[in-house]
């Protein structure tokens, strides 16, 4: 039998670093293959004026696009190191999206992953609502297993106690 094919959206952020974590402690099994996802959201391009004549900021613009594609590819580098040392099969799909729950889905689908492992960013009810939230889309969306791994929380001792606000929380 075939191992599993997990998809672990990674940003870079804590959160997505403590569901790739918890995936390693908890649920990891010999024979399993990971797809991390790296969703590349459009960066914020500065806007240019017709006042000003027609400069428009090519240069700065293609030194962020520039600079969003370093980033990706030093987080496949990790990542593939972190895969190799710990002897996990992984393919880095990386992809830029205006929509990351939608574009996860798709990954999910079109790699044929059995199941998704992904963090939260905490967000609270009120911004959720406003936002709109990655992992509930996710959650909701994909007819795969899926596991939502919560913020940790500290009390004020600082010791870590699990997320107030429970499940989807992202």
């Known amino acids: 039998m075939s191992g599993r094919k997990i998809l ?4 870079g952020s804590q ?3 403590a569901a790739y974590q918890w995936y390693l402690d908890n649920i990891r099994r010999d024979g399993d293959s990971l797809v991390i996802a790296h969703i590349l959201e459009p960066p914020s391009l500065p806007s240019f004026s017709l006042k000003s004549g027609f ?11 520039l600079e969003s594609g370093k980033k990706a590819k030093a987080l496949e580098e990790d990542v593939s190191v972190r895969a190799m040392q710990t002897h996990l099969k992984m393919e880095f799909v990386a992809e830029p999206s205006k929509r990351p729950g939608e574009a996860l889905v798709d990954i999910a689908w079109r790699t044929g992953c059995n199941m998704v492992v992904m963090g939260t960013r905490g967000l609270g009810d009120v911004k959720r ?4 939230s ?6 909701h969306n994909s007819r795969l297993a899926v596991t939502i791994v919560p913020v940790k929380l ?17």
Request: aromatic fraction near 6%; charged fraction near 25%; glycine fraction near 8%.
């Open 55 to 65: 400069n428009v900021p090519t240069e700065e613009w293609r030194n962020i696009i």
């Open 15 to 17: 959160h997505a670093e």
């Open 8 to 11: 672990i959206p990674l940003d």
């Open 129 to 132: 609502a406003f936002l709109g």
């Open 154 to 170: 500290r009390d004020s001792q600082g010791e870590r106690r699990p997320s107030q606000t429970g499940g989807a929380d992202a």
């Open 134 to 139: 990655v992992s509930d889309y996710v959650l």
